[in-house]
Structures are given as structure tokens and as C-alpha cells.
């Protein structure tokens, strides 16, 4: 810039009347104009400051778990090794209690899809299983809560991690095409909960969950095999040629953190009545149970289908047709070209679907959802999901009618996908697709009717994270507790040392915090 203002004071004035100052009296005047305008730090400081709210600044308050859930998703600062060597980043697609800082959160490939938000809020109010190889010390048997107690009100709490279980009231997101959608907005109304978007561009607004993206940086992706850093000043010179992990072992790695999550004192969580000891997010917890009760919420197959993604379809004679798929099944009939009763829609069908597992839809009929399946399934032997979809649909020119090309991308779909199985050499954007697919957890579809529950958790997004409310085994979402937690209220036995609320349950007797 001195360079230029030189050529601009020659061209308008001769060097002699005017001269340019001095190297270190022009940086002092620059500074001063950008501080005048605005201008001074780098493009993400200017971008905070822009959106920082006016003082004087209050601090986000919630007296209840669940009554204020933050979402946000951020790429994953590690590199993950895909599929057939290669190498990408995962996206972390979180959600933060503001109450007791709980963490839940769904690694996927780059991309959230509309089913990691609908994960989100199933982990909030499932049961963690404990995984075989966690150490004993990590199961909700072992903490300090009433165990025994709580499995009496439910029973999926019998072989649980030691996690909290939140029922979310209400649920604050930024302006992502996944947050805002009308499938999020359809996932929270079934569920009862309020969904509040923030301005667009304002970080601040909730800061919480973006404090919590450094914390986790620093506490979990700094100590793994390919780690970027949040920029290239942070970043080794030859990060990719590390050892790293797969996604099966970073998925692995990632619950059981989020269950150490919870077990770690957080400067924010405070007792009224020990204001100098910073608590645990089960310490909190516990402490406001007491509050607030505790409610199971089951989550059932038809739940499983309430929150995936949803768009309304006409049901024609040959079936309902998108993304140039066609699904019919016997289950339509008596519903051919006939409108339903959501006028809002101009008499369109409700249809839920699966990016994770495309082979079937989920069709709300005056009876219930019935599963409708693709037409084609059958020409299809592996399982696949939409990343390689997509990319048959482009690499596939329809050259004649809708069906005509409908069979043509079933019969290179599957030949693709026998090609990705074997020892077939496929091209750089090839590996890539299978690599996202594989990442995703495409696992072979079960037959049958809506059998979502015996399927790993990575088979459709959402499947393994749901139980029947007579089941018996657990569910893929996670809650917790820490060696010592929470009781409040008036009863506090005469044992209890130093006055202070946190408890072992062994020293209560039948308090009546619990319904």
C-alpha cells in the first residue's frame, strides 16, 4: 500500500512537493484508518465483532436439564482414513445442555444429513449401553445416583453408562440448511419441542456450544493420529501420512469421551450451596433431578419414522416417485390418485425416508406408516446409500423413458457396488464415494417389516438408537453420572458432612424425589 500511494502522489503531484512518510509513520496512520473503519484483526476477529451484542453482556441461564439445548455441527479437527486408504474428515454434528453442559454428539462424513439432528435428540433422551472393554467404574450401577431406584421408573437405566437422560424443551440452532429445515421443525413438533433459530452470523448467541467445540478439540482431537488443528499454523507437515484410525475406531473412541465427558468437573456448573466447587455435568444433574423429576420417554419404532427427514408426495398409479426412484407396494392400494386429508398440502401424502438406507420409505396412511419398498430393490445386491446414489445419477445420461432410465440406474448401481465389494480398481472420485458410503455405516437391509431395532446403530442413521417400550436391550444414545451427585431439598440426612448436597444414595433413605 505505501508502494501504491507512491505511484498515486507521483501521478497527481510531483515527488517533490509531497513526499511518502516513512516506512514505520505510514504503518502508524494505516492503523490508524483501520481502526477508524473498522478493519483491524483478521476476517473471523471483524466477524465476532460484528456480531458480538451490545453490553452489557448476561450469561446464558437455564434452571432445568433440557430447558435450553444448543445444536451445531463443525468439521472434526482429525483426519479419519475412509475406506481403501483414503483419507478425510468427519463432521461433528453436536448438542449441548446448556443447564448441566451434557454433551451429545454424531460423527458423520462431511455433510450432516437430516437424520444426524433426529440422532441427536433420540441420544438426549435414550440410555447409553455400556460398550464391552469400559471399565466398570463408567456404568450408571457405579456412580452415586439411585440406581436401583431409577430402574424401578425404567428399565433400559438396568446396564446403562453413566449418563444423564435429557428430555429437551427447548432447542436453539444457527441458520444451517439442516437445523432450520422442515424436517427438523417436523422432528421437534412430534416430540414437543421448541426450536429457536438465532440471527444469522451471530456466534454469540450461542456461545456455549461454541466454547464446547474448543474443549473438545482440546480434549479429544489433539491426542488423536492426524490431527489438522483449526488452522494450518497448527497443522504437522505431513499429516496424512500418519497411522490414522478408521471410522470404526474413532466412532468407538468418541462414546466412550463423551461418557469421560460428563465425569469431568466444569468450571460453569455451580451449587447455590458450594459455590467455590465447580460440579460435573452428572453432579448437576443429579442435583437438579431432584427439581424436575424424572419422565422415560420410550422411543417406539413409529418414533424411529416420526423423526426422519419428510416430504409430501402424490401416490399415483405406479407408486410415489423421487430422486428417480419409484416405491410401491400392495399397501397403496385403495390410495391410488387419491388425496389425503392434509389440505395444508393440497392433499399430498406424508413420506418419510432415509438418506442412510434409500431401498425403502415410510408412507403415513389413515392406518398408521407403512413401509413401501423400492421397486428395483430386488436388482440390488449390496446396500448403498445416498452418496453413491447421487453419483450414479450423474455419471448415468438418461437417454430414454422415466423407467427405462430408472432400470438403467439400478442395474449400474448394483454394478458399481460389485465393483466397490471386489478387487476392481476404481477411479480417485470412485474411492471417495464408497469411502463417505462405508463411513456412513451402510450395512446389509433387513427384510421384513419395520425391523429398526436389531440393526446397528450405523446401518440407517437412526436404527439401534430406538427401543420398543417392552424391549429389553439398550440403545445406541448415552447418559451419565459422577462419583458424587446431586440431591437437594428439604431432607438432608444428619450424616451428610460439611452440609453439602452432593450425597452418596447410600445415606437416603426413601427421599421422595423420584415419582
Not at 12 to 18: D, Q, R, T
Not at 362 to 369: H, K, Q, S, T, Y
Request: net charge negative; with cysteine.
Amino acid at each position: 500500500m505505501r508502494t501504491q500511494t507512491q505511484w498515486w502522489l507521483e501521478e497527481h503531484h510531483s515527488a517533490e512537493m509531497v513526499e511518502v512518510p516513512a516506512k514505520s509513520t505510514f504503518n502508524k496512520l494505516l492503523s490508524a484508518v483501520e481502526a477508524s473503519l473498522g478493519l483491524q484483526g483478521t476476517v473471523p476477529q471483524r466477524r465476532a465483532r460484528a456480531c458480538r451484542p451490545q453490553p452489557p453482556f448476561k450469561p446464558t441461564l437455564a434452571l432445568r436439564p433440557g430447558e435450553l439445548v444448543m445444536l451445531d455441527s463443525t468439521p472434526l479437527d482429525a483426519l479419519v482414513m475412509l475406506d481403501d486408504g483414503v483419507a478425510g474428515r468427519l463432521e461433528l454434528t453436536a448438542a449441548l445442555d446448556v443447564g448441566t453442559r451434557s454433551l451429545w454428539g454424531v460423527l458423520r462424513p462431511a455433510g450432516s444429513k437430516l437424520t444426524d439432528v433426529a440422532v441427536l435428540l433420540a441420544q438426549m433422551m435414550t440410555p447409553a449401553v455400556m460398550r464391552p472393554g469400559w471399565p466398570p467404574c463408567l456404568s450408571m450401577a457405579a456412580s452415586v445416583m439411585p440406581h436401583e431406584r431409577l430402574v424401578a421408573l425404567d428399565e433400559r437405566l438396568k446396564d446403562a453408562a453413566a449418563r444423564p437422560v435429557i428430555m429437551p424443551e427447548t432447542v436453539v440452532v444457527d441458520q444451517g440448511k439442516i437445523f432450520v429445515s422442515p424436517a427438523t421443525r417436523a422432528a421437534c413438533e412430534s416430540l414437543g419441542i421448541s426450536l429457536q433459530p438465532v440471527p444469522p452470523a451471530n456466534g454469540p448467541a450461542k456461545a456455549p456450544v461454541e466454547r464446547q467445540f474448543g474443549s473438545v478439540v482440546s480434549l479429544f482431537c489433539q491426542w488423536l493420529p492426524g490431527h489438522t488443528g483449526s488452522r494450518v499454523g497448527e497443522r504437522g507437515s505431513k499429516v496424512e501420512q500418519e497411522p490414522l484410525h478408521t471410522v470404526a475406531e474413532i466412532q468407538a473412541l468418541w462414546e466412550e469421551f463423551l461418557v469421560h465427558w460428563h465425569h469431568r468437573p466444569h468450571e460453569g456448573l455451580r451449587h447455590p450451596l458450594m459455590p467455590k466447587k465447580a460440579l460435573s455435568p452428572n453432579q448437576m444433574w443429579a442435583a437438579l433431578l431432584p427439581v424436575t423429576g424424572y419422565v422415560p420417554v420410550p422411543l417406539t419404532s413409529d418414533d424411529f419414522v416420526e423423526l426422519l427427514p419428510v416430504r409430501w408426495q402424490a401416490i399415483t398409479d405406479t407408486g410415489i416417485r423421487f430422486d428417480y426412484r419409484t416405491y410401491d407396494s400392495d399397501a397403496l392400494n385403495g390410495h391410488r390418485g387419491q388425496d389425503s386429508d392434509v389440505t395444508a398440502r393440497g392433499g399430498l401424502w406424508e413420506v418419510h425416508y432415509n438418506p442412510y438406507d434409500p431401498v425403502r420409505i415410510w408412507v403415513r396412511l389413515p392406518e398408521g406408516f407403512r413401509e413401501v419398498p423400492w421397486i428395483h430393490a430386488t436388482s440390488v445386491s449390496l446396500p448403498f446409500t445416498h452418496h453413491v446414489w447421487e453419483h450414479i445419477c450423474k455419471t448415468v445420461a438418461p437417454t430414454a423413458s422415466r423407467d427405462e432410465h430408472e432400470a438403467e440406474l439400478a442395474q449400474a448401481l448394483n454394478d458399481f457396488l460389485k465393483r466397490a465389494a471386489g478387487k476392481n480398481t476404481l477411479s480417485a472420485p470412485e474411492r471417495r464415494v464408497v469411502a463417505k458410503s462405508r463411513a456412513a455405516g451402510a450395512v446389509p437391509v433387513p427384510e421384513g417389516a419395520l425391523d429398526i431395532l436389531g440393526t446397528s446403530p450405523l446401518s440407517f442413521g437412526l436404527a439401534g438408537v430406538f427401543l420398543e417400550p417392552d424391549g429389553e436391550e439398550e440403545t445406541v444414545p448415552d447418559q451419565d453420572m459422577d462419583e458424587d451427585d446431586v440431591l437437594l431439598d428439604e431432607e438432608i440426612p444428619p450424616d451428610a458432612h460439611l452440609g453439602s448436597p452432593i450425597l452418596n444414595d447410600t445415606t437416603m433413605e426413601q427421599d421422595q424425589w423420584l415419582p
